[in-house]
C-alpha cells in the first residue's frame, strides 16, 4: 500500500533531521501563505529551525554546496508544513505548480540549479506523481538574515 502525502512528509522529515517550531508565520506585515482562486502562496522560507537560520553564508565562500542543499531541503520542507498547517492536510494539494530557489552567491558560483536539485527531489518524493513542478534556480548577492538559500512556492489547491 502505498504511503500518503502526512506519511511521505514525516519521513522525509525524520530522515534528515529536520524539525520546525510548532507555528510557522511570516516575519513582519505580510502572509506568510496566501490561498485564491484555486492557488496557494507560499512567501520565501529561509533555513530557519526552532527561530534559528541554520546555513548562512555566500554558496561558494563560506558555504559549501553540501551546506546549501541542506539549506534548500530545510528551506521546502519548511515551505510544505506551512502548507500542512494552512490547508488542514497535504491532500488539499493538487500540485506544485512553482518553485523558485534563490542562492546567495559568491561571484564565480555556479550550481544553483544543483543547490534547488536537493527542493525539487523532496517535492518529487512527498507528492509522487504529482510532484513535477517548473523552477527558476538564481544566484543573488544577499539573502535576508545572511540565508544561504531562500525558496518561495506556488501550489494549486482542491476546493474544501
Not at 57 to 83: N, P, Y
Not at 119 to 124: F, T
Not at 132 to 152: C, F, M, W
Request: include cysteine; hydrophobic fraction near 45%.
Amino acid at each position: 500500500m502505498a504511503q500518503s502525502r502526512e506519511e511521505l512528509f514525516q519521513a522525509t522529515l525524520q530522515s534528515l533531521d529536520i524539525a520546525f517550531e510548532d507555528e510557522i508565520r511570516g516575519g513582519a506585515n505580510y502572509e506568510a501563505a496566501i490561498e485564491d482562486a484555486g492557488q496557494f502562496y507560499v512567501s520565501g522560507m529561509i533555513p530557519r529551525m526552532h527561530g534559528k537560520i541554520v546555513v548562512t553564508g555566500r554558496v561558494g565562500e563560506t558555504c559549501s554546496l553540501q551546506d546549501a542543499r541542506r539549506a534548500a531541503q530545510i528551506c521546502v520542507l519548511r515551505g510544505v508544513a506551512l502548507m500542512r498547517q494552512s490547508l488542514g492536510s497535504l491532500d488539499r494539494i493538487k500540485r506544485i505548480l512553482r518553485v523558485n530557489v534563490y542562492v546567495q552567491s559568491a561571484a564565480e558560483f555556479t550550481q544553483q540549479s544543483e543547490v534547488a536539485d536537493a527542493a525539487s527531489d523532496i517535492l518529487y518524493a512527498v507528492f509522487a506523481p504529482d510532484g513535477g513542478h517548473t523552477r527558476t534556480s538564481v544566484g543573488v548577492y544577499q539573502l535576508p538574515k545572511n540565508a544561504a538559500v531562500e525558496i518561495d512556492m506556488l501550489a494549486a489547491v482542491h476546493d474544501i
